[in-house]
């Protein structure tokens, strides 16, 4: 059992860098593999980045390949998603979430068992 808090987000400019990241508030992350969605007004819930437990495997969505970088301290018990060069359309809730394996298909988010509250980003053009 894990309980995920996500923090960081924020108002910025487009073109603008956040840093988010998801500590746990109960449990270690460090068995898990990990996993960011996010979820704009309207809009089904979108894969963004995922990492496995070991940090060596990564995934992204091709929306946000090139920009967004996942990395995670196991030490520090957290996952961070980094966001450069952010866009209007990057604007959304943004969650972290917790599987127990990292598969060939990260981006399915029925396999996270575990979900933070999220934390809003808004993208401003």
């Known amino acids: 059992q894990v309980q995920l808090v996500e923090s960081g987000g924020g108002l910025v400019q487009a073109g603008g860098s956040l840093r988010l990241s998801c500590a746990a508030s109960?449990?270690?992350?460090?068995?898990?593999?990990m996993g960011w969605f996010r979820q704009a007004s309207g809009r089904e819930r979108e894969f963004v980045a995922a990492?496995?437990?070991?940090?060596?495997?990564?995934a992204y969505a091709d929306s946000v390949k090139g920009r967004f970088t996942i990395s995670r301290d196991n030490a520090k018990n957290t996952v961070d998603l980094q966001m450069n060069t952010l866009k209007p359309e990057d604007t959304a809730v943004y969650y972290c979430?917790?599987?127990?394996?990292?598969?060939?298909?990260?981006?399915?988010?029925?396999?996270?068992?575990?979900w933070g509250q999220g934390t809003k980003v808004t993208v401003s053009s």
């Open positions: 979430a917790g599987a127990t394996t990292y598969t060939t298909t990260p981006q399915l988010w029925v396999q996270y068992r575990y």
């Open positions: 109960e449990g270690t992350l460090s068995s898990y593999a």
């Open positions: 990492i496995s437990w070991s940090g060596g495997n990564t």
